[in-house]
């Protein structure tokens, strides 16, 4: 399986402040990453597919980047429905695998 | 509009089959564009993909779960269904299923609790 490996595991952030979340691979992945939000109570949400793709709907404030092992989620505004759980999510090996989770909290 | 609602019972024994459905709306799930999955959080903790379903008869499992794992579909109730036997507390969680379009899910039911006690 290929592990998947987020940091950092909290982040207390504010309105208003640029967030950036890091996933790792313990094996490359070329480009088949995606992210996704969760708020407590309710299922995950797509936010970026195939490493920097957006679907529609979800605002521009949220971007990705990356290839290979290393990839980042850019939050550039933190609105205050942002305050949630975000997961990276690999789909290039046999099993799909999840990062361990990043909560943003309120600072 | 896709939409997927999942089913069964929110209580199972200790060493019985885990029994869920998902009925889908908007999507067919005998297109063959599209994986048909299910994924489980344990309350607290992370996600963790359990399995797929393909072109109707194809299916993929998370090796630590294959053992225990049947994922099928039927096509004239447009559902997907996941069996899970040999239940332990180990088990108790969450259950999504999911459409799965080139290996993101995109489209998510709201989730079932599914807890394993005697």
């Known amino acids: 399986d290929i592990q998947m490996t987020q940091s950092p595991s909290t982040l207390s952030a504010s309105v208003g402040d640029r967030v950036t979340i890091t996933c790792r691979a313990s094996?490359?992945?070329?480009?088949?990453l995606a992210w996704y939000q969760q708020i407590p109570g309710k299922a995950p949400k797509l936010l970026i597919y195939?490493?920097?793709n957006l679907p529609s709907g979800v605002p521009s404030r949220f971007s990705g980047s990356g290839s290979g092992t290393e990839f980042t989620l850019t939050i550039s505004s933190l609105q205050p429905d942002d305050f949630a759980t975000y997961y990276c999510?690999?789909?290039?090996?046999?099993?799909?695998?999840f990062g361990q989770g990043t909560n943003v909290e309120v600072k | 509009q896709v939409q997927l609602q999942e089913s069964g019972p929110g209580l199972v024994k200790p060493s019985e089959t885990l029994s869920l459905t998902c009925n889908v709306s908007?999507?067919?799930?005998?297109?063959?564009?599209?994986?048909w999955s299910w994924i489980r959080q344990p309350p607290g903790k992370g996600l963790e993909w359990i399995g797929y379903?393909?072109?109707?008869?194809?299916?993929n499992y998370n090796p630590s779960l294959k053992s225990r794992v049947t994922i099928s579909v039927d096509t004239s109730k447009n559902q997907f269904s996941l069996k899970l036997s040999s239940v332990t507390a180990a088990d108790t969680a969450f259950y999504y299923c999911?459409?799965?379009?080139?290996?993101?899910?995109?489209?998510w039911g709201q989730g079932t609790l599914v807890t394993v006690s005697s």
């Open positions: 999911a459409r799965t379009v080139a290996g993101a899910f995109g489209y």
């Open positions: 908007g999507a067919s799930v005998s297109s063959g564009s599209y994986y």
């Open positions: 379903i393909y072109y109707s008869e194809n299916t």
């Open positions: 094996h490359s992945i070329s480009n088949s």
């Open positions: 195939k490493a920097s």
């Open positions: 999510q690999q789909y290039n090996g046999y099993s799909p695998t």
